[in-house]
């Protein structure tokens, strides 16, 4: 019996398995240097500790209530996806639209094994006693009726979305501060939901002529704006709040260093556009159920 | 099977035979490697003339400065020789990017203070900026080497605060890699070399294999031993 061999076994499987126990690698340094006959003895134990570490069985609740939260939001984005890659005739750019459809259902199935492994209940579609893209609180009539038959409404919803979701992923990181395995995955997805959302917008912009940009420019010339208004470039003033919030879009200060007054290309100064796009500002749990409840979604 | 370190070892002593070999002289030898064993400040300068970026928080934000360096000096170079038949939308695009990779680096270099380590110097000669296909392609490679270097060590940072503005950054880098994707090819946001088909997560890298790719477009070179 070969350890290192099990080892390279698992990473035909799962080529990450390396990365998820990098933690306890010292361990296995350990395993190595024991006489032969201790080692194989100790092979069985060490190897069921490995696993729950490397698969997480010993995440705690808070990291589990981050991931269901992170699946609430992806399930949402896939259904989304789904319903509207299915309504006749409403997607034009069919392959475009598949890519991102699919990354999300790949993240729902990601953290829903993600949690199961973790020892944790993960939401489902069934979890949900209403899902209401039209921001009708469940009457399917309401702001955004047109959603599944209009286009235009479609990707601005869509941009709308992944902008929420990045927010949303950067919202919690510091909630897993310092863990390999759940930090980096979220992190990992929170990258791609950034590549989604400059997807759509490029998409709109490029094709549709709508007025914005692969990042989110800030129109406000000075000052906060918790509303959101200043940064919300969907054209849909109903959403300014998914780009508001107590650290809005628009903000310029980063970790105590006022951006405007750094130098640029164009002078001594960077004007507030480029020093909110150079930065995507997070949204709290709080604040990200406050736009989905009641509106978008209802748990049961 | 060797563990990370073990081959990381194993790849730094390569490195300084070889540079030995260069070197010539086996009592100059001698010298150089006690003097670079012994260098265990935040990021000296080693005999060699890498830079090390230290250790801790400050390591890792000095890790995002010289990558952020190195993306702010080549797209400046990008406006300032744009490649012929640069559409307006391109410059438009691409002088946004330039903007938001200086404003990261000026950020990095405020913060950092007197921490900071060295302005670097870039060896753009494998990049031909007059060909669109050559600018666009560094442009993708920068754009999602940053990707998966702040996902690489995000969880390493240990200040809360931090941890937020590297995700507020990368972000945005992400939001670059899938602009430049498009440029290249409609579609191509979130490609299958970046983004894993299976998982739909984006491929995070370690700081030695991203500076071993970052260094090829430095004549400074970069290494950050503390987080190997």
């Not at chain 1, 134990?45 to 696993?51: E, I, R, S």
């Not at chain 2, 890298?205 to 991203?210: G, R």
Request: proline residues 3%.
């Amino acid at each position: 019996m070969n350890l290192f061999n099990i080892i390279e076994e698992i990473e035909k499987v799962d080529p990450e398995f390396n990365d998820r126990i990098s933690p306890r690698r010292d361990a296995i340094k350990n395993i190595s240097s024991f006489g032969s006959k201790v080692a194989l003895a100790a092979i069985p134990l060490a190897l069921g500790d490995l696993f729950k570490k490397a698969y997480g069985q010993a995440a705690s609740s808070s990291v589990i209530s981050v991931l269901n939260f992170a699946l609430t939001l992806e399930l949402l984005e896939a259904t989304f996806y789904n319903t509207g890659m299915q309504a006749s005739g409403l997607v034009t750019d069919t392959a475009y639209i598949a890519q991102i459809q699919a990354d999300e259902n790949d993240h729902v199935k990601f953290l829903t094994s993600a949690i199961t492994a973790a020892g944790g209940t993960p939401v489902t579609a069934a979890s949900f006693a209403y899902v209401d893209f039209t921001a009708g609180a469940g009457s399917m009539n309401g702001p955004f009726s047109n959603v599944f038959t209009n286009y235009q409404t479609f990707l601005a919803v869509a941009e709308t979305f992944e902008d929420t979701g990045v927010r949303a992923y950067k919202g919690q990181a510091g909630n897993l501060l310092g863990n390999q395995t759940y930090l980096t995955a979220a992190l990992s997805i929170h990258a791609v939901e950034a590549r989604h959302a400059s997807a759509i917008r490029y998409l709109r912009t490029s094709k549709y002529g709508a007025s914005v940009l692969p990042w989110i420019t800030s129109s406000a010339s000075a000052g906060v704006d918790t509303s959101g208004a200043a940064s919300n470039d969907t054209g849909i003033a109903l959403v300014n709040a998914n780009y508001g919030g107590s650290t809005p879009e628009n903000t310029t200060v980063q970790g105590g260093v006022d951006i405007t007054t750094l130098p640029s290309l164009e002078g001594s100064t960077t004007s507030v556009a480029v020093a909110s796009a150079a930065f995507d500002m997070p949204l709290t749990m709080a604040e990200v159920l406050a736009i989905l409840v009641p509106a978008f979604a209802q748990t049961k | 099977m060797k563990t990370e370190t073990e081959l990381n070892n194993g790849n730094v002593n390569m490195a300084r035979r070889s540079f030995l070999r260069y070197a010539g002289a086996g009592v100059a030898g001698i010298g150089l490697i006690s003097a670079a064993s012994s260098c265990h400040k935040d990021h000296n300068v080693t005999p060699s003339g890498t830079i090390d970026v230290g250790s801790g928080d400050p390591g890792i934000l000095n890790y995002a400065y010289a990558l952020e360096q190195l993306e702010a000096a080549f797209y400046t170079q990008v406006i300032a020789t744009p490649y012929s038949g640069m559409a307006s939308v391109e410059i438009s695009f691409l002088t946004d990017i330039r903007d938001h990779e200086v404003a990261h680096r000026e950020f990095f270099k405020a913060a950092l203070g007197t921490g900071a380590i060295q302005a670097l110097t870039p060896d753009f000669s494998s990049i031909n900026f007059s060909s669109r296909a050559s600018v666009l392609t560094a442009a993708k490679a920068f754009e999602d080497l940053g990707v998966t270097a702040y996902d690489g060590v995000g969880y390493l940072i240990q200040n809360p605060a931090y941890l937020v503005i590297a995700g507020s950054i990368v972000s945005v880098e992400a939001r670059h890699a899938a602009l430049i994707g498009n440029l290249i090819t409609f579609g191509n946001f979130a490609s299958s070399d970046q983004v894993d088909a299976t998982t739909g997560l984006n491929a995070s890298n370690k700081p030695s294999v991203v500076l071993a790719a970052a260094n090829t477009y430095l004549k400074t070179k970069v290494s950050a031993r503390s987080f190997s």
